[in-house]
């Protein structure tokens, strides 16, 4: 009698997808941005404030761009991997001020190092909201099409930069117009 | 309920006396009829920090941020499926409350009106099996029913038992 | 041997739960688990209650009530049969040992943390509310006593004894858990809708569906019980339905407690017992499905009765109730299982609910007020029909006129009047039938005694019903008929909404056992007349210092006026004021 296993099949169908679940983070939001044209903005620089940042300056290079502020706790355990990510120029790191007060922002700096090229005011969060941001700090990949092609959630973990980030940074480097990279092609981004 | 816990000490430190002029007060929005529709919109929206909450109901930070967009949207003449679209192309599908209707999300949609049907047939198929099977196998039927009415004649109402009794008489000239 | 041992148990149980409440009155913060939920300044009240505040302190409590219902099994079980008795103790004797190991590995309660803190941590300010010290531990009997129907279940489906007098005795208990449970969930969303503050009583967060899906499936067995009873029919059914009934609970417990999704009221979660727990689960609820296929084919059919019969109507409000559940399950677990199988993230939030619920549940009580005054075995459409004419017609014509009188005609208003005229008006056919019949009886005997002469099962049911339809009522006015204004306020400045005056008369600093308070004060008028006073506050609690908001709230029977602050960090009194007119009820519950 077939029928009265059904209630078991669900329930053991169910139990295997609950177990799948442990391992998932819930409040992970992947962004829809990945594989997308990067948003297109123009801020001030933190360091100069009269003189603007445009992103489209950035086609052609592969470049990082990193979501922190002066309040936010996370950022600062971060913050000294991607000083020395910057020392080992491989890749141009930017810095989104996301919310912050610029003197704030820049006594921060001070204090920790300053990992970026440039860090770019964004007061009222606009760009933020543009970027999808909903945690800070967040760290976004952009090719040289100004594509994003991937996006850390969270603090950037040495891991995370030695298995997903820097190896993923390399082949969009080597990438020409024609061929198109993406972060599945790199194992530790999966 | 009173606001009024037990094992509140209240220390007055000062009080102010009723004005004796009264004013009607004023909106804490501009434009209250807008407010509604921005509330509304919000409503259909998850707040990406907070636990499980609408951008709505959050006070935190990003929500706050987002309920700004949402009416400076308005404000500028856009329609709530613009402003929706708008979030989804920054935050994806997981900010909108009310799924959208795709192929992933079919059975999420669907799938209680399914249920109802599944179980619709399944409960007539298995009313007209039941009937089948009892016609034929009165007997066995009857004795237990026997057995249940024993068992039970302390405790049924006799109403129920003589309303039941009698239908079921009824019931069965009817049918032959 | 079962019944000395479910003593000894609850009285062990019942040790332990007592060394914990002795831990939190004298503050014995080399507890861990005090030091976690709990603070010396916290009022007495509180520090009891909140040994349920925090996940392990919970958990003890779920463990303290089901040795609770299992000793209450073991003294009321008198006129069983044995080997029943011992089977049912049994098996909650398994499911207590289940509960105790995942406390003793994954979640003591008794955890020591050396050197002692100096004070706790203190409970979460949300918590502080008398709604904690009523709303879990009813919530908690609920859950917890539909493990007696699950025990009766296993017990029949052991010995193969599936004949109907099992159903007559696990119909009590499966009546009482329900009334608990039922309570339960009324508590906590009106605890939710004074708390928040936003004027919501349901969310439909996961947390309150995990309480929602024992009680809709509860119903769905309180009903099938009903029948197994009286007519010894769908006995499988209603096995299966006692078995998912509990079943649903361990999931609901699943959900709060591993963080496979995301709530308001999550507990601090953690993967290890949420592993604990799913193979708990899988051993019960696997294990009692197996003992079901193995056992189930070989049960006959029970009583006959024909196509349009009351047991009909119970089944296909079985099979309702049994979608809702259904519908309430996907729409809690679509996102984990989107998400587990790489299809991306989504949320399933109240708009999605609201759109599929609603159409499942008109049908559903459309039957409600059919199937009480359908005849057991065989029923007469027609018959039934002109019985119901006048009821139709009153909540046609209700449904029709009375949103006008009220104001604004929605047609949702429309059709909350008339489904919840419809059900009264069937019970008042429905007893006005029955009274007919003892009249003549009785004698002279009055009205209200020959109400009260009616079986205990009846009159429960029809409570039960009404409460159905006030509920339908209230819900239906509060959606339509709610005011709500957010003003800024000044002192002195008032605000009018359906004829009631608000008045803001300032803000007083007080200070309560842990916390200060700006508390604003609002009196409201009704043509000169006062009504009430408001005291809406601002609270700082001294430990956890982010400020909270409670507002000032008088409901009467026919309208709730509320305050709130407009948000937790006004400075100024910008209060924000608004008045609904419900009539706002609860559930009814069901004395059977």
């Given amino acids: ?190 | 309920m009173s606001s009024l816990k037990p094992g509140i000490v209240l220390l007055c430190l000062f009080v102010i006396a009723p004005l004796a002029l009264a004013k009607e007060a004023e909106y804490m929005v501009a434009d209250p009829e807008m407010e509604k529709t921005v509330n509304e919109i919000s409503a259909e929206l998850r707040c990406l920090v907070c636990q499980n909450q609408t951008i709505a109901d959050s006070n935190a930070p990003l929500a706050v941020d987002l309920k700004n967009q949402v009416r400076d949207m308005v404000e500028s003449g856009q329609s709530q499926s613009d402003i929706i679209d708008y979030m989804v192309e920054r935050y994806g599908d997981f900010v909108r409350y009310r799924p959208p209707m795709k192929a992933s999300t079919m059975l999420l949609w669907v799938g209680p009106f399914l249920l109802l049907l599944i179980g619709v047939v399944v409960l007539v198929v298995n009313l007209r099996k039941r009937t089948a099977v009892i016609k034929n196998d009165g007997d066995l039927s009857a004795e237990e029913n026997e057995r249940l009415q024993r068992l039970l004649a302390a405790e049924s109402s006799p109403q129920v038992a003589k309303r039941g009794d009698l239908s079921s008489q009824k019931a069965g000239e009817e049918k032959s | 041997m079962a019944r000395p041992a479910a003593q000894v148990h609850f009285i062990l149980v019942a040790v332990s739960f007592v060394c914990l409440m002795y831990a939190f009155i004298y503050n014995d913060f080399s507890v861990k688990y005090v030091a976690s939920v709990s603070n010396s300044m916290l009022p007495i009240q509180y520090r009891i209650a909140a040994i349920w505040g925090g996940h392990e302190g919970s958990l003890l409590l779920w463990a303290l009530l089901l040795a609770v219902w299992t000793m209450a099994v073991a003294r009321y079980s008198r006129n069983l049969p044995l080997d029943m008795v011992s089977r049912v103790i049994g098996v909650m004797g398994l499911i207590s040992v289940g509960f105790l190991m995942f406390m003793l590995f994954t979640s003591n309660p008794f955890d020591r943390l050396l050197p002692a803190a100096l004070d706790g941590r203190d409970l979460n300010p949300l918590l502080q509310d008398p709604g904690l010290i009523i709303h879990p531990p009813l919530l908690y009997i609920g859950y917890v006593g539909f493990s007696v129907a699950f025990a009766f279940a296993i017990a029949a489906l052991l010995g193969g004894r599936m004949d109907a007098t099992w159903a007559r005795w696990s119909r009590p208990w499966t009546t009482i858990a329900w009334s608990f449970l039922t309570a339960g969930i009324a508590l906590g969303s009106w605890w939710a809708y004074y708390e928040l503050g936003w004027g919501g009583w349901w969310f439909w967060d996961p947390v309150e569906n995990a309480s929602f899906l024992p009680w809709l499936v509860g119903t769905a067995l309180v009903h099938s019980l009903a029948v197994t009873e009286k007519r010894g029919s769908f006995k499988n059914w209603t096995v299966l339905l006692a078995i998912f009934t509990f079943s649903l609970s361990l999931l609901g417990t699943f959900l709060v407690r591993s963080g496979v999704l995301t709530s308001v009221h999550a507990f601090a979660t953690d993967p290890e017992r949420g592993v604990f727990i799913l193979g708990f689960l899988v051993v019960v609820i696997g294990g009692s499905l197996a003992l079901f296929a193995w056992r189930a084919p070989k049960v006959g059919v029970g009583g006959r009765f024909g196509l349009v019969s009351r047991e009909t109507f119970l089944l296909m409000n079985n099979v309702m109730l049994v979608v809702a559940a259904g519908a309430v399950l996907l729409g809690t677990l679509y996102p984990l299982l989107l998400d587990s199988l790489d299809m991306g993230k989504i949320s399933v939030g109240p708009p999605y609910f609201d759109a599929v619920f609603l159409p499942l549940m008109v049908p559903m009580i459309f039957l409600m007020g059919l199937g009480p005054i359908a005849r057991w075995k065989q029923a007469d459409l027609p018959d039934m029909a002109s019985r119901m004419k006048w009821a139709a017609a009153v909540s046609l014509v209700m449904a029709l006129i009375l949103p006008f009188v009220m104001g604004e005609w929605f047609a949702l208003t429309s059709l909350g009047f008339a489904l919840a005229f419809w059900i009264t008006s069937s019970i008042v056919v429905s007893m006005s039938e029955r009274l007919r019949k003892t009249a003549g009886n009785s004698g002279g005997a009055g009205l209200l005694a020959r109400i009260a002469a009616l079986p205990n099962a009846y009159l429960g049911m029809n409570v039960a019903h009404i409460g159905v339809a006030v509920f339908i009522m209230g819900v239906t006015m509060v959606n339509t008929y709610e005011v709500e204004k957010d003003m800024r306020m000044e002192v002195g400045d008032t605000v009018t909404m359906s004829g009631y005056t608000f008045r803001f008369d300032g803000v007083t600093e007080v200070e309560g056992p842990n916390y200060k308070a700006s508390r604003g004060q609002i009196l409201v008028t009704v043509d000169d007349k006062t009504e009430t006073v408001l005291f809406p506050e601002k609270r700082v609690y001294f430990v956890q210092t982010m400020p909270m908001t409670e507002a000032g709230i008088d409901s009467g029977l026919f309208r709730i006026c509320m305050c709130r602050w407009a948000n937790r960090w006004a400075t100024v009194p910008g209060v924000c004021v608004f008045i609904t007119n419900p009539l706002w009820a609860g559930f009814g519950v069901a004395p059977s």
Wanted: glycine letters at 6%.
């Fill in chain 1, 1 to 190: 009698m077939v029928r009265y296993l059904v209630p078991l099949i669900v329930f053991l169908g169910v139990a295997g997808f609950l177990l799948k679940g442990l391992e998932l983070n819930p409040r992970e939001v992947p962004s829809p941005f990945i594989d997308k044209p990067a948003p297109n903005f123009s801020l001030p620089k933190l360091h100069e404030p009269e003189a603007q940042f445009a992103s489209k300056d950035m086609l052609g290079k592969v470049w990082l761009l990193n979501v922190w502020a002066s309040w936010c706790v996370a950022c600062r355990s971060e913050h000294p991997l991607l000083v020395q990510l910057s020392r080992a120029n491989i890749v141009p790191v930017y810095g989104l001020n996301y919310k912050d007060e610029p003197d704030d922002a820049r006594n921060w700096l001070r204090e920790l190092g300053d990992a970026y090229v440039s860090s770019l005011i964004d007061y009222e969060g606009k760009v933020g909201i543009d970027y999808g941001v909903y945690g800070v700090p967040e760290t976004f990949v952009i090719d040289k099409q100004g594509i994003i092609r991937h996006k850390v959630i969270g603090p950037v973990t040495p891991s995370a930069l030695d298995n997903c980030v820097l190896p993923l940074v390399r082949k969009l480097q080597q990438a020409t117009a024609q061929t198109v990279v993406k972060r599945t092609e790199v194992e530790g981004c999966a």
